[in-house]
């Protein structure tokens, strides 16, 4: 399955990492990217593990959320649409998700 990372979503992967390197150590940073990838390999394996995300926004339906395996606070939302998985964003739970949404 084709992966496609939304811009946003890549900015997110940064700035989490970055976070992270400051508040923890670099080796946490560099196992937070590789879970994320490792959970997007899972995700394009099985596109339907995700919940689906519910948003008042039509523009969001169809939208999925699953948490990155072992960040569970980090949550990846996003589309699974003709063989393709298309990765919207990736964002901590703390935050107002539909907020950052409507951007």
Request: a positive charge; glycine letters at 4%.
């Amino acid at each position: 399955m084709h992966t496609v990372i939304r811009p946003l979503a890549a900015h997110d992967i940064v700035e989490q990492a970055r976070y992270i390197q400051q508040e923890s150590e670099p080796r946490t940073a560099a196992r937070f990217v590789k879970a994320v990838e490792r959970t997007f390999a899972l995700l394009a394996a099985n596109p339907r593990i995700g919940k689906v995300a519910n948003f008042e926004n039509p523009w969001l339906a169809g939208m999925r959320v699953f948490r990155v395996s072992t960040f569970e606070n980090h949550l990846v939302f996003y589309r699974h649409m003709k063989g393709t998985l298309e990765i919207v964003r990736l964002i901590h739970g703390a935050r107002d998700l539909e907020a950052l949404f409507d951007d």
